[in-house]
């Protein structure tokens, strides 16, 4: 008999099927989480701006800690709702922080802290009238990483805007250029355009 009739050639094609599907299933997060190049500017109107992984205490949050920070700007002439955007330092897990109501005025810069403390409201406390910031779930990596903002939509990966960033040094910031490429800024502008 020929083809597929023996036992032995039956094996093998489920063996080579198998491997196939196992590295699909396992390049598949892979291949949609990261974008080709170093940075990614989607189609969406909010990108990250600048963002500073080694603090150095020129911006303390409102436990006064000198928490890393990120800075978001929306580019576009209308408010965004942030509510279900998202924040990742893993290129696996796109909505690892979520933003609550927050809404980022047309041309307007927000400052979120990358402390780990998970904050995902802006609230006043009523007795110290202390307003406190966003802060995601995660810390950024001085040694480099990834960063990414995904919006809610089914177009995430084209809409959303994501870095691979190298080694940070402290009290620099690593910020985009009017032309849209990230480089090291001596002085951080935090919550202004980046110069």
């Known amino acids: 008999m020929h083809g597929w009739s023996t036992p032995v050639k039956r094996g093998q094609l489920l063996l080579f099927w198998g491997v196939i599907a196992a590295v ?31 603090n150095d205490g020129s911006l303390l949050d409102e436990d006064g800690d000198p928490s890393d920070w990120i800075e978001l700007w929306n580019r576009s002439n209308a408010p965004v709702d942030l509510r279900g955007w998202s924040l990742t330092d893993d290129p696996t897990r796109p909505d690892k922080w979520r933003f609550g109501a927050t809404v980022l005025p047309p041309h307007d810069r927000l400052i979120v802290f990358a402390s780990g403390k998970d904050r995902t409201r802006v609230e006043t406390d009523d007795e110290t009238g202390v307003t406190n910031s966003l802060h995601t779930n995660f810390r950024l990596d001085a040694a480099g990483g990834y960063l990414a ?3 809610p939509t089914a177009r995430r990966y084209l809409d959303g805007t994501s870095i691979d960033y190298p080694p940070q040094q402290p009290a620099r910031s690593f910020g985009r250029t009017p032309a849209g490429d990230f480089v090291r800024y001596d002085t951080a502008t935090p919550g202004a355009p980046n110069d």
């Not at 396992?26 to 500017?41: E, L, N």
């Not at 969406?44 to 600048?50: D, K, L, M, R, Y």
């Open 149 to 151: 903002l995904f919006p």
């Open 24 to 54: 699909f299933i396992v390049s598949a997060g892979r291949i949609r989480a990261v974008p080709t190049g170093a940075s990614h500017a989607g189609a969406g109107p909010v990108v990250i701006s600048e963002f500073m992984a080694v």
